[in-house]
């Protein structure tokens, strides 16, 4: 990728001895040491084939700046309405040492001093708006050290020498980058992480493009050519970096070769090269995940279990509600239900909970109308659940606002109805509260977050309780919300024991099945899950049910065609998720007898 250090800098950050950038081809940013940019005459040694071929950004970014820089340097190209031969002149005049006038004629005008000071007092941004790095082979982000450090500095080569010649441990090196000042573990192979690569990791690992794979490599969460793993059931991709140092030189090539070929996570865990996966790699994501804000926090209150004969209904308000999953969870639990009180505006969603749970649901409508006053009419409540919207917190969206900004601050008003309803110190009562949101955001968001509500979130993904990937953050005091996610008899894992009948499953789990309708397709190709009558089919409504929990024909309501039905199901929560969360809750409220 490409970007320029003039009119593509926006934001213009200083941070010890860095930068924010705008890369060129898709307007992603960047924080970047400057001193490892290489100049712009360097084109020919980066420009690469392969991506130039394969990947459409990068061909966009190549012609992005090959543009500007003949603008700077006065070059003109003919124009013939073709773009294809306009792209071959910029790049045989780049190939050529972009004469007559030479890299020299790369200097920004003299007027852009001034135009810079403009944009930088007028920008408004913050770092709440920091986007991951394109994909690139090295990825260096971060604040470095405030101590000084006197470890020495290893390439990635020198760290494979020193533990396969020196007999060194790999847990000792950063197996991202070969930094020796290693701050945590790598959670899905042996080996550890820096702090700048811990920080990226924490923000890609759980970002997908649109066809359904990681967008970064599993092991360095950065990569430029990518392979991917052919498992049907898998979503995971290796870089050519880390294949060709960790593995070995040329296994990249190799692989390329091999159709389908199964990743390092899929295959048996053995050692290749220095790679090797660890046998408790799905439970050190999720330590990983639970422990890598940069804040610690005084636990919880924790509250007694109410003796059975003591415990009386529940009351519960629920921000954000969606189609009543919370609702629907607590009465198949057997919970007596005081009062559910729901605030949503999507009338869809709306006619869900209405119908569905006859009408014993209350709505308010928009959070941000609910007072303290209301809150006193109402409560008191003894739990608060709700997820706030994820379109401007979530990676996937490059136009995101972040958490201060757009849909992002509506966790405020979670923040706000917790702060109001919190039990004083001297009241015993127990509260109990839940906030959910997307895993692929922001570390600056997610830490804001984490600041407000105090506490750090737990990862759950619903892969492990339903047929499909869903990772969300959960941040709460719910007795119980650390214990591993356990599968129940009500579960459906596979795939085919949520299909109609007469219908075949081509997968046993599902890609996150989001609001857009191309989020049914399974991997680069796009093949569908289901197969009928010999033909690939969509997933029907139905099934699409059942995948997240619910009864057949629960979205069935209000003449609601296909595409409606998939944007409620694609913003709600995982059943059985939320089952195993609310499930502790029995000791301390009224079931059913």
Not at 354 to 368: S, T, W
Not at 443 to 471: G, T, W, Y
Request: hydrophobic fraction near 35%; charged fraction near 25%; glycine fraction near 6%.
């Amino acid at each position: 990728m490409f970007c320029t250090m003039t009119e593509r800098v926006l934001a213009l950050e200083n941070w010890c001895g860095g930068r924010r950038v705008e890369w060129f081809g898709d307007g992603m940013y960047s924080e970047i040491y400057t001193e490892r940019l290489l100049p712009f005459a360097a084109f020919s040694e980066c420009f690469c084939k392969n991506s130039y071929a394969s990947l459409p950004t990068y061909k966009d970014a190549v012609y992005q700046s090959l543009e500007l820089a003949g603008e700077r340097c006065s070059k003109t190209f003919t124009s013939t309405g073709n773009k294809v031969e306009e792209v071959k002149a910029m790049l045989d005049w780049a190939f050529g040492g972009f004469q007559p006038s030479g890299p020299e004629g790369f200097a920004p005008p003299d007027s852009y001093d001034s135009l810079s000071n403009q944009k930088t007092e007028s920008s408004d941004s913050s770092v709440s708006d920091y986007q991951p790095p394109a994909k690139r082979k090295y990825v260096h982000r971060g604040r470095p050290s405030n101590t000084a450090s006197t470890t020495q500095e290893y390439t990635r080569e020198q760290m494979v020498h020193e533990v396969t010649v020196k007999g060194k441990r790999i847990e000792d090196f950063c197996l991202s980058c070969g930094n020796a000042n290693i701050e945590i573990f790598h959670p899905l192979f042996e080996g550890s992480l820096c702090v700048r690569c811990k920080e990226n990791f924490t923000e890609t690992l759980f970002r997908y493009d649109d066809d359904g794979y990681q967008s970064y490599c599993t092991v360095c969460c950065a990569g430029l050519e990518v392979i991917l793993c052919g498992n049907t059931s898998c979503c995971r991709c290796f870089c050519k970096d880390c294949l060709n140092v960790l593995v070995g030189p040329e296994t990249f090539d190799k692989l390329k070769e091999v159709d389908p070929w199964s990743c390092y996570v899929c295959l048996p865990p053995k050692k290749y090269g220095v790679l090797k996966l660890r046998p408790d790699w799905s439970v050190r994501v999720q330590e990983f995940f639970a422990n890598n804000s940069a804040f610690e926090f005084e636990p919880h209150r924790v509250y007694p279990s109410i003796p059975a004969h003591n415990r009386r209904p529940i009351r519960v308000l629920s921000l954000f509600d969606g189609i009543a999953t919370g609702y629907l969870v607590l009465k198949d639990l057997g919970f007596k239900v005081e009062r559910y009180i729901a605030s949503e505006i999507c009338e869809d969603s709306i006619a869900v909970g209405m119908i569905k749970h006859e009408g014993k649901i209350e709505y308010v409508n928009d959070v941000r109308t609910i007072t303290r006053k209301h809150l006193a009419e109402w409560g008191p409540f003894d739990l608060l659940i709700g997820g706030s919207p994820c379109n401007d917190l979530s990676m996937v969206n490059p136009a995101r606002k972040g958490l201060f900004e757009g849909t992002g601050r509506l966790f405020f008003e979670y923040y706000r109805m917790l702060t109001m309803m919190r039990p004083k110190e001297d009241d015993d009562r127990p509260f109990f509260w839940l906030f959910e949101n997307v895993v692929a955001m922001s570390a600056h968001d997610k830490a804001d977050i984490c600041r407000f509500l105090e506490c750090n979130p737990i990862l759950i993904d619903a892969v492990k309780v339903s047929p499909a990937h869903r990772a969300r953050y959960f941040w709460g005091n719910l007795p119980g919300m650390n214990r591993p996610l356990a599968t129940s008899l009500m579960d459906k894992l596979d795939l085919q024991d949520c299909l109609e009948i007469g219908r075949l499953a081509k997968f046993n789990k599902v890609r996150t099945i989001t609001t857009k309708s191309n989020s049914i397709k399974q991997g680069k190709m796009g093949p569908l899950p289901v197969s009928m009558n010999g033909k690939e089919d969509y997933l029907w409504c139905t099934e699409m049910e059942s995948i997240f929990g619910f009864p057949k024909h629960y979205t069935d309501v209000n003449n609601m065609g296909r595409g409606q039905r998939q944007k409620l199901l694609g913003r709600s929560w995982s059943v059985p998720v939320i089952r195993h969360l609310f499930a502790p809750l029995k000791d301390y409220f009224e079931c059913e007898s």
